[in-house]
């Protein structure tokens, strides 16, 4: 299997995930004007007040938003690495 | 651009509910505030009876080799999903991989790969809501996929095995497949009483805009899987 190869390959998405996640968004301006035109309707996305995640939205307590996307990239990578080894062991046992 | 044409035929309420929609439905991940309970307890069943079945029959002890491309696959998806293109206007289009995992794994193996990352985008990042989890499962996990698998098959077994034919099948079901499953988020935002706006409102605006930014979903996905037919056949498990 190419397995490896592909890890590099998410590595590198991870690393230029914030160009499109921060940069081009605050670019083109992605909060608006649709934010804008849920408030005026009414509509309330109550995300922000039952919020339990110190990572909301991919950021980092402490780092700026770049960064904290990327961090956030590795975090969320390294658990799924996590729970698949976690599975393929416990599997393997049972085989 | 979107929003012009649409000033012509709607007053703005509609404008405005419509626009909403567009901008949570592209990014497909439901937050918390827009189904109510029944929906949210319902799809929650669906979701956890299917993926139950799904654990039990894809004999995940048997099938190690697959359960290692699933972790691969679901960590590819989850940094894919973060290369998040914005567009002028407001909205936003990424990258889903349901029928891509269907494609690849299986129906079984694939909807269990975009539960894991559906359900670590939302315990861990809040990237859709824990009372929407239910139905963001269902919608990216279970009927992206099969649809994005069934496609697949159909074409394969219509047109035969070769790599420009798998670009077609995956091209289609990775289309139908993210189309679909934006109409499912807008029957069920549409039939929840919270939710401003009916299905006459939002299945056809989710249906229409998920039918068109799908287009590039089928492109990468017929793409990255008649790649690796010609580079690694072997990985694409529902061709076993």
Redesign the interface.
Known sequence: ???KK??I??IL??L??PL??VV??D?????????V??E????????DE????P????SVPGLDPITG?IV??F???G???L???L??RI??K?? | MFYVNFTNFVNDKYLYGALFIVKRGTSMHIPDGYLDSTWSIATYIVSATYIGYAIKKAEITKNLERLSLLTVLAAGIFAAQMLNWPLPGGTSLHFVGGALAGILLGPLFGSLTLALVVTIQCLVFHDGGITALGANILNMAIIDVLVGYTMYKIVLKALGPSTKTRFIGGFIGGWLGITLAGIACGVEIGLSPSFPYGVYITVPVMGLWHLALGVIEGIITGMVVSYLSMKNPDIIFSER
């Not at chain 1, 670019?27 to 934010?35: I, Q, S, W």
């Not at chain 1, 005026?40 to 995300?47: A, F, P, Q």
């Not at chain 1, 039952?50 to 995640?53: A, D, L, P, R, Y």
């Open positions: 299997m190419l397995l592909h890890w390959l998410i998405l991870i230029i995930s499109f996640g081009l968004a670019m083109v301006g992605y909060h608006e004007p649709l934010d035109a849920a005026k309707l009414g509509l309330k996305d109550i995300s039952i919020n339990w995640s990572f909301y939205d991919y996307y956030s990239g975090i969320g990578v658990i799924i690495y729970i698949g080894s599975i393929q599997a393997g049972k085989r």
